[in-house]
């Protein structure tokens, strides 16, 4: 990386992006730039990598999100304007890559990565996020054609937004968690959790599970999530002091570390309460680790009960006490074995090239007009 961005902060490594990109390079029919916005760099620059070229655009945050982006629009336009791109792909509703798009007056694609609607129906959110929710009806409205990964988003938002063209491209996991080399600890249970502390991801409800399970069940935890322990603070009178003895907490892991940690898991945990497809199930499951999770969302695609893991109702203690206790009894899933057909289904579904077909589907539904290699959609895949 540049000099100028190795002092940046690390932020979520958003690996489905980068095996995007890595699928893409593999095409020469196509040029992909991508723009950044950043706020620790002295200057805006470009540089390119394997054939990308990266734009890195200086902008302030609070700046940014006080005139809704229309910062964004004024420095991505100037940059589009220069680059005439065939098409523009907007990821998330997260920094308002719609908004932007739609104001840019070019060919796009919008990615959901999480619906704020539904999250707001199911879960308290923090007020950026509910200030962004009041924008994603606009925005889906607006664009010519939509990326999602579930069939629960998919039924989502057909039910919603009736002529909006969907494309469903499930977003695959690094090649590391293919490559995942199984060594499962069983004695104790070596149990792992990735992913954000918060309410909406059910961390209330892990460490309150596990507490009820100390005196019955040898384990340890190792939880792996971002910088922000805030939350833990709400945590710590829900249950015994005990329980931290047996807690360990990793940070700032980029995949391939995140990999090395799935060699040995016996079980992975995501009790969370609503989630549109993620990333740590995928992960866990194609990397062969069984995972207990809450049947919310898109989780049901990934994990198959009495196969691969074990499901319970998002928001319930007590399925997910009763579920754990299931799982270290299960003859495989004790041992951190899960079937040999369920793992391979789970790996070719959310094989990268796939992903990679079914992105170049959408851009096609969308209007790219160049030759590009393998874009038919897989079944199922677009609407």
Not at 108 to 130: I, K
Not at 298 to 318: A, C, H
């Amino acid at each position: 990386m540049p000099a100028a961005l190795r002092a940046s902060r690390r932020r979520h490594p958003a690996t489905w992006q980068m095996v995007l990109l890595a699928e893409f390079e593999k095409d020469p029919a196509l040029r992909v730039h991508v723009i950044l916005l950043r706020r620790e760099v002295e200057r805006a620059f470009d540089f390119e990598r394997h054939g990308t070229v990266f734009h890195v655009l200086k902008a302030a945050p609070w700046l940014r999100l006080a005139s809704l982006f229309w910062v964004d629009t004024l420095l991505i336009g100037r940059v589009c304007r220069r680059l005439e791109p065939d098409l523009v792909h907007a990821w998330g509703m997260e920094r308002g890559a719609p908004l932007v798009a739609n104001r840019l007056r070019r060919p796009y694609v919008m990615t959901v990565q999480g619906l704020l609607g539904w999250y707001r129906q199911q879960v308290p959110m923090a007020r950026y996020e509910r200030f962004l929710e009041r924008f994603e009806p606009r925005c889906l409205r607006r664009a010519a054609v939509v990326t999602t990964e579930s069939n629960y988003a998919v039924t989502y938002l057909r039910e919603r937004y009736p002529g909006l063209r969907i494309q469903q491209a499930e977003h695959a996991p690094n090649l590391a968690f293919f490559q995942v080399r199984r060594r499962p600890q069983v004695q104790p249970l070596r149990l792992i959790s990735v992913g954000t502390l918060g309410f909406r991801k059910g961390t209330d409800l892990l460490f309150q599970a596990l507490d009820r399970l100390r005196p019955e069940l040898a384990f340890t935890l190792e939880v792996i999530c971002g910088p922000d322990l805030g939350y833990l603070a709400r945590v710590r009178p829900m249950v015994s002091p005990a329980l931290w003895q047996r807690v360990e907490f990793k940070q700032h892991l980029l995949p391939q570390e995140v990999a090395r940690e799935l060699e040995t898991a016996t079980l992975m945990l995501l009790p969370t309460r609503a989630d549109v497809s993620p990333n740590a199930v995928k992960e866990s499951v194609v990397a062969g680790v069984p995972v207990v999770a809450a049947s919310t969302g898109g989780v049901p695609d990934y994990v198959f009960p009495g196969r691969n893991g074990l499901l319970f109702p998002p928001g319930d203690l007590d399925g997910f006490v009763a579920a754990l206790r299931t799982a270290a009894q299960h003859p495989a899933f004790s041992r951190g074995e899960v079937d040999a057909a369920a793992l391979a289904q789970c790996r070719e579904y959310l094989s990268p090239a796939r992903m990679a077909r079914n992105f170049l589907s959408a851009y096609r539904l969308a209007g790219f007009k160049r030759p590009l290699a393998g874009a038919s959609p897989e079944k199922g895949g677009s609407g």
